[in-house]
């Protein structure tokens, strides 16, 4: 499995690991919802379990993704501050979707 993170992205995800709540948890990508060949994505804390690959990213953070979900090899984790800060998690391999 496959995921790439955003230079703005690994900057906020290593503040996270840093964090009190995070401790011994590692940074997990989930499927909020599913659309069929499009999902949307969050990002969460979580433990390794069976079901789960350890991917490392080129920028040096491990997240966790579950191996069962297709639609999840392929994300593209990135941080934007403008307009308003926050993440955007989306999987070109599998189309790009926008829903208003």
């Not at 955003?6 to 995800?13: E, I, L, T």
């Not at 999902?39 to 390794?48: N, R, S, W």
């Not at 966790?64 to 639609?71: C, S």
């Amino acid at each position: 499995m496959k995921c790439k993170v955003n230079r703005n992205a690994a900057k906020v995800m290593k503040t996270m690991l840093e964090n009190e709540d995070a401790q011994g948890q590692m940074l997990r990508v989930i499927v909020t919802e599913n659309h069929g060949d499009h999902a949307h994505y969050a990002l969460t804390y979580g433990v390794p379990t069976e079901h789960d690959e350890i991917v490392s990213t080129d920028k040096g953070i491990d997240v966790l993704l579950d191996k069962r979900e297709a639609l999840l090899d392929g994300v593209w984790i990135q941080f934007f501050y403008v307009p308003e800060p926050g993440f955007e998690i989306i999987n070109p391999s599998k189309g790009d979707y926008n829903h208003f």
